[in-house]
């Protein structure tokens, strides 16, 4: 039972599975953290490191606590070592399909029989891959939105297959670990969240492929007529533009629709090649700490 030996290991340690990780652990669950090599385990710690002081600037945690709560994590490059003690696996790994079937298949193999395995994706289907997992009645999604610690909402999803009992226990672990636990009860693409995000992120993108107009000019129009905080941009630069170009590149290859393509293209050719991939890495399509979009003129002219 994942609610009474919290061994929790999380699958990638990238822009979300370094925050799955630290939040979990946050909440008192040991954490195990598996990453491709050491490199990948490299990144993934210097990430979980960096939310530190965001646990002590916005949840008022103590040095300690966060402290403690890294301490509970552990890193491993191998498998079999990573899992072997797992209650639930959660995979944060690459938004492709291939990367995610082979990693399944490895997965099942490795883990021992009682462990649970939730995906993270944000635009894939459980159902996808629960062959693939050995094991579709302990398998189903568990998606997270970024920011995890601030923006606490946890997607869970069955797919047919799913045992209800594992539908149950995934729900009262997100509780667990300060989630506002959101139960999808049948498969939907993209959740309810990104059922409504990922058209409306591709709308802005199209307007930009089309040079309709500028990102901060479309930013502008959302923020000022719906009272936004964020315009599509800001959201794309928070998300990081990895995810997006994976979306649009499988989206372009499976429909042949030539903008799509165009959108893939331009985030790898203007952003990913140039080391913009958002905020995490001080410039996407704003520049980071000052973006435009906090300066007061902002929305003025
Ligand atoms: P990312 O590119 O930041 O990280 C991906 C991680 O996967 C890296 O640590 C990489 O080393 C690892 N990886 C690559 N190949 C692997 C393999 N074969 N085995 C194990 N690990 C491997 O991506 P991300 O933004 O953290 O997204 C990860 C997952 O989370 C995706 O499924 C995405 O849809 C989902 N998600 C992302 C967001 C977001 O805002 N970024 C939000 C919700 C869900």
């Known amino acids: 039972m994942i609610m009474n030996d919290k061994n929790i290991t999380v699958a990638g340690s990238g822009v979300l599975g370094s925050q799955i990780a630290f939040q979990t652990a946050f909440h008192g669950f040991n954490v195990t953290v598996y990453d491709i090599n050491d490199e990948a385990i490299e990144r993934g710690k210097d990430r979980i490191v960096k939310l530190k002081p965001h646990y002590q600037a916005d949840l008022g945690a103590s040095e300690e606590e966060v402290n403690a709560a890294y301490n509970r994590i552990s890193f491993y490059s191998d498998l079999s070592k990573a899992v072997s003690d797992a209650d639930l696996v959660i995979e944060a790994v690459a938004e492709v399909v291939q990367i995610k079937t082979d990693f399944y298949k490895k997965l099942g193999k490795a883990a021992p ?16 891959f629960a062959e693939a997992t050995g094991r579709p009645e302990k398998f189903l999604a568990l998606h997270f939105a970024n920011e995890i610690w601030k923006n606490n909402t946890a997607e869970i999803m069955k797919h047919p297959g799913t045992d209800q009992k594992v539908f149950d226990d995934v729900i009262a672990f997100a509780k667990a670990i300060g989630m506002v636990a959101l139960p999808l009860h049948k498969e939907q693409p993209g959740y ?35 009272k936004s905080p964020m315009g599509p941009f800001v959201i794309l630069d928070m998300v990081g533009i990895n995810t997006p170009y ?15 393509k165009k959108i893939a293209e331009l985030l790898k050719s203007e952003y990913i090649d140039k080391g913009k991939l958002g905020r995490e890495t001080g410039e996407g399509f704003y520049k980071y700490p000052n973006p435009n979009f906090i300066k007061p003129d902002f929305l003025k002219g």
């Open 246 to 260: 994976h979306i649009e590149l499988a989206k372009a290859e499976a429909t042949g629709n030539p903008e799509f």
């Open 113 to 128: 029989e009682k462990t649970i395995f939730a995906t993270n994706s944000s635009t894939l289907l459980p159902s996808q």
């Open 192 to 226: 309810i969240l990104n059922t409504l995000l990922v058209p409306f992120l591709e709308a802005a993108m199209t307007l930009l492929v089309r040079e309709i107009a500028d990102p901060e000019t479309i930013d502008k129009t959302w923020m000022i007529a719906t």
